[in-house]
Nanobody, 122 residues
Framework: HVQLVESGGGSVQSGGSLRLSCAVS??????LAWFRQAPGKEREGVAL????????DYVDSVKGRFTISRDNVENTLYLYMNSLKPEDSAMYYC??????????????????WGQGTQVTVS
């Protein structure tokens, strides 16, 4: 069982940066990911990290701007977001899957979810 708690959202101007954190506890996560959901839209995966290899991948819309990483000592997953755009505004969720990582991240592959943290870019 895995528990996830996000923090670090907020409001920022276009072009700004934010860092999201996700405290990860428990065992069994082979893939960690960040998803986002804007009002009226489906939840979409934006970045993932394989817990064993450390490999990462991103969807095209955030590639080059977002970085997913993990601090194995602190058991914390991060999402560094740079050059933010208004279309990045959404509720951001971290998620954990017991199975392997596949692109693009799909909601139905993830077993555990955090409560979400809001990001607003104006």
């Amino acid at each position: 069982h895995v528990q996830l708690v996000e923090s670090g959202g907020g409001s920022v101007q276009s072009g700004g940066s934010l860092r999201l954190s996700c405290a990860v506890s428990g065992y069994g996560a082979h893939c960690l990911a960040w998803f986002r959901q804007a009002p009226g839209k489906e939840r979409e995966g934006v970045a993932l990290l394989a817990t064993v290899s450390g490999a990462t991948d991103y969807v095209d819309s955030v590639k080059g701007r977002f970085t997913i990483s993990r601090d194995n000592v602190e058991n914390t997953l991060y999402l560094y977001m740079n050059s933010l755009k208004p279309e990045d505004s959404a509720m951001y969720y971290c998620a954990a899957a017991a199975g392997a990582c596949y692109m693009p991240p799909r909601v139905d592959r993830y077993n555990y979810w955090g409560q979400g943290t809001q990001v607003t870019v104006s």
